[in-house]
């Protein structure tokens, strides 16, 4: 701490070495950089977790002076000092980190242009050349023709839902309540009964508790005739009036998508007093500048870690890498003073091309004997272990995954361990836009299967901000033995039901297993789940949905039930993955049969009791109230 206030202390910024750059990002209201940030938090912590990245790469990842600003064009006025005063440290480095925290809630993306070659040359990659190379690629044509098909399959859905969404005259809010009331009338109701509308299959429990109750189904599913709705498109909701009780928030893109989640988690130290690198791995949208900027300068400080945990023999492979990360954990000051210095970011393309280079078949690998080079290899493992809360996820292999956004159930999801392959998966593929997110590399297996957990949650108000978790979570399995050395096939990498589905080879009872039978699993291997996994999952989402809280449209009569996938590593600690909205509730195993009837009875319960009825109990079922925000 005692270095750490020495950097604050000596911390400037030579301004007359920035430019102003050109951004074709959304900038930030005035009103919306107003915001308080609780004093009690150090400073040092708020400015280290509030950064896209962490202030140890942050600085130094894009290597230029321009692009210090490029995070926001408003930094350079915030902690320019006038010539008759000078700005207090405290005062500038927490209104940057008001600027930061505020950049990462909302969504400011850019479509990457193939003309920002600078950066790609930094790195000796000529991106034209691995485009052309990539389609004329059959293994590259087959994937780019199943994400199109993909997504062609899903415009062709979204067409026909907005064709008939055309048809419906919208009505005004009185003309909504007048056509419930004669509905009401009509079907002689109570102030206590109620016309619903529930669109999707497996709900049956749900509406034989509704319909005991004296509740009316409406079956026209487009209707804005109703009192309660649930629904998996916010397209059917059209606009509620207020008294109507609604599944959906108008919007929750900042927690539901690929990008939003990995935006909202920069953030999260400082909405959600957790620090999001120990529960989400790092993840970077590849559609927005600054993003795309880090993903690059993160790849070439993964790979120079991996490199040297695989027991290396290439003295100036080593020394390469061990300079790149030495540039990862130099102290903030100089990494100000490298941005004006250097030319280029971590490396030379030229050191770059030496360390990335692979040996050619056969070729001997130059063996050395330098004790010297070997303890400092041992020292900076160790000082990155100290400072990087994931120094484990990586194991020497530098596996990364590409998750096309805006489709779900597994679909364009393809792992690789390549720069040349991600960008040319990334960028030739059409009308999709990807994140690059790292793989856990020391990820637990049962079997030899990798494996992931669907826990459910519930947000029954945003202010104050309201969660509920189920009481049980269940487990998907791969089909087949987790193999880094074939990151093709799907069925060893994916979990997702809907891919399993179509291995003939699998056996469904084998691809999901209960949280009991998961339980006696962890404790026969020594953890314990209620505080190892459990409990931890409640910190994770709590501090998650405050990190997008904000993105949040506060609405009353309004809840929203979502699905969390998370993964465990070898040490029982879990890591976030995704949110989903709209999970499914298939009846797809016996595992998720019984579990779904009884959560959706359960959901049911909630929706009478807690929803309509106001009852205050901190259980329905088993949903279990978690955190309720103190206002």
Known sequence: MQ?????????????????????????????????????????????????????????????????????????????????????????????????????????????????????????????????????????????????????????????????????????????????????????????????????????????????????????????????????????????????????????????????????????????????SNIFFPRCYDLSDEGDFEDFLEEYKFTFAENYIKKNPKDEQKIQIAIQILNYKLMSIQDKINRISAEDYPVCTPQQWQILYKKPEPKQEIIQFDNPKIMESVKQILLDLSNVDPQFKISKGENIWVTKPCGLSRGRGVKYFKEIEDILAYTFGAKDVNFVAQKCLENIMTIQKRKFDIRQWMIVSDIQPLTIWMYRECYVRFCGVEYNTDDLKNRYAHLTNFSVQKNNEDNQEEKLMMTQEEFVQILKERGFDFESQVREKFKSIIIATMKSCQKSFEIRKNTFEVFGLDFIVDEDCNPWLIEVNASPTFAFSTPVTERLNKMGLTDLGHFIVEHIYNKTKKKNYGGWELIYKQKL
């Open 3 to 275: 270095q750490q206030q020495q950097e604050l202390e000596n911390f400037s910024v030579d301004w007359s070495q920035v430019t102003k750059p050109k951004l074709s990002e959304k900038r930030i209201k005035k009103q919306e950089i107003k915001q308080h940030i609780p004093t009690e938090v150090n400073i040092f912590d708020r400015i280290q977790n509030c950064f896209r990245y962490r202030i140890a790469t942050l600085i130094t990842q894009l290597g230029q002076p321009q692009y210090y600003c490029k995070f926001d064009p408003k930094l350079k006025r915030t902690v320019q000092s006038n010539n008759n005063q000078k700005k207090k440290l405290e005062e500038q480095l927490s209104k940057i980190a008001t600027q930061l925290e505020l950049s990462c809630r909302f969504i400011t993306r850019s479509m990457f242009q193939i003309t920002r070659q600078p950066l790609l040359k930094s790195m000796g990659i000529d991106i034209r050349s691995i485009l052309n190379k990539a389609m004329n690629d059959k293994e590259f044509q087959k994937l780019y023709l199943d994400l199109d098909d993909q997504s062609e399959e899903q415009r062709k859905k979204d067409e026909e839902t907005e064709k008939q969404l055309a048809q419906i005259q919208p009505l005004s809010e009185p003309e909504v309540r007048e056509e419930i009331e004669k509905l009401r009338k009509k079907h002689n109701l109570n102030q206590n009964q109620y016309l619903y509308v529930i669109q999707g299959e497996y709900f049956n429990d749900m509406k034989s508790l509704f319909n005991s109750l004296g509740w009316v189904e409406i079956e026209d599913v487009y209707t804005q005739v109703y009192d309660f709705k649930f629904c998996y498109l916010k397209k059917f909701l059209h606009k509620p009036i207020p008294e109507q009780v609604v599944s959906r928030f108008a919007s929750s893109k900042l927690l539901t998508t690929k990008f939003g989640l990995a935006r909202s988690l920069k953030s999260c130290y400082i909405l959600g007093g957790v620090d």
